[in-house]
């Protein structure tokens, strides 16, 4: 899997790009805010996921009313171009090979990526909203019904709040409560399910990461927390659904009298276990660090498990981030896919890493 080549008009500080690309390595190097996170969003938003923004409208150029993004991906030998044209006031229009898609789950099960950026790195230290981005991001361009489940759910838990906000001023609001609640336990299923079995997987591959990682010093244990009266999250959604509904029906008076949804897959986490004890809590900087990156590194292990290719793995200036030995074992652990790397500076990585190397600057690339 691989995307050859890269079009931009109006996107962020790119007024218009086009460029082709190694099937191997590419270092993108430039000072900062030249654009260097901005390439790699692009390529990024073209499997279906953006890091930096909820909203459309913010990937578009200030003077500007629209902005396009097109890719020429390759994947099992077969060929693609993603294309997705966003508008300022009015919804995006996005295809695969000229054919209209309906949903960011289709368009995104094209290209694959796995994104490593600074702010991974305090994965295990951040809340748990961090931890549920991971998850929401990897199980999304694997699974088009999680994303679907995803999306619904998080319409329904939007306008439960909502309801719940502004029935203190209209109690009349509280009459369409549980229809709301029933439609996030049905979504909600969906999400436990598909999370449970993609933390088993971690659970199978990130331990080895770490420990080879760590040169055999450290084991790794993850652990996936969810609604309390899930016996078993791995469930059919079927089974799951139930559960979620006597749960959320338990604390209603209490979501009503608080103002807020307390019950729901929208607080799940990850637990993260350093050598028997909370890495959040415990963990050094090093072990934290250590423990973020296997996880991303286990995420591109599974996607290559389940679609026979490895994913683009974007490195957006994070080994800058890295000391020696951690930048070493990253860069060895990458062979076998496309990989882009941003930094500041190109003299290290170029030589180290070879492939095509460019130069980012004003939001131009050479």
Not at 18 to 44: C, H, M, P, R
Not at 58 to 78: C, N, P, T, W, Y
Not at 240 to 263: F, K, N, V, Y
Not at 276 to 300: D, E, F, I
């Amino acid at each position: 899997m691989r995307i050859r080549g890269l079009h931009l008009e109006r996107f962020r500080n790119y007024a218009g790009l086009s460029a082709d690309f190694d099937s191997a390595v590419n270092v993108v190097y430039g000072d900062n805010a030249q654009g260097k996170t901005n390439l790699i969003e692009a390529i990024a938003y073209l499997s279906g996921t953006s890091h930096r923004t909820r909203f459309d409208r913010e990937l578009i150029q200030f003077d500007a009313d629209s902005a396009l993004l097109r890719g020429e991906v390759e994947r099992r030998k077969r060929d693609f171009v993603l294309e997705a044209r966003l508008y300022r006031g009015r919804g995006r229009q996005i295809s695969s090979n000229g054919v209209k898609l309906k949903t960011m789950a289709e368009f995104g099960g094209v290209l694959n990526t796995v994104l490593f950026c600074p702010e991974d790195l305090s994965l295990i230290r951040a809340g748990a909203a961090e931890r549920r981005r991971f998850l929401d991001e990897c199980i999304c361009q694997l699974r088009p019904r999680y994303a679907e489940a995803l999306s619904a759910y998080r319409r329904f838990h939007e306008q439960k709040t909502r309801i719940l906000r502004d029935s203190a001023e209209k109690p009349s609001l509280l009459d369409a409560l549980d229809e709301f609640s029933y439609g996030m336990v049905q979504a909600g299923a969906v999400v436990v399910h598909y999370r449970a079995h993609f933390l088993r997987r971690l659970r199978e591959t990130a331990p080895a990461i770490h420990l080879d990682f760590s040169g055999g010093r450290e084991t790794l244990e993850l652990g996936y927390e969810t609604v309390s009266a899930v016996t078993d999250p791995e469930a059919s959604p079927r089974e799951l659904l139930p559960q979620l509904w006597d749960h959320m029906q338990r604390h209603r008076t209490a979501e009503i009298a608080g103002r807020i949804c307390l019950s729901g897959p929208h607080r799940d986490d990850i637990s993260v276990d350093v050598n028997g004890r909370a890495a959040r809590t415990y963990g050094s900087q090093g072990q934290t660090r250590t423990a973020a990156l296997s996880l991303k590194l286990s995420a591109r292990e599974i996607f290559q498990e389940d679609t026979g290719e490895y994913p683009v793995l974007l490195l957006d200036d994070v080994l800058s981030e890295l000391d020696p030995r951690r930048q070493e074992f990253v860069l060895n652990r990458i062979a076998g896919g496309q990989v882009f790397i941003t930094c500041c500076e190109d003299d290290r990585l170029s030589s180290l890493a070879g492939g095509r190397v460019f130069h980012v600057k004003n939001g131009t690339l050479v």
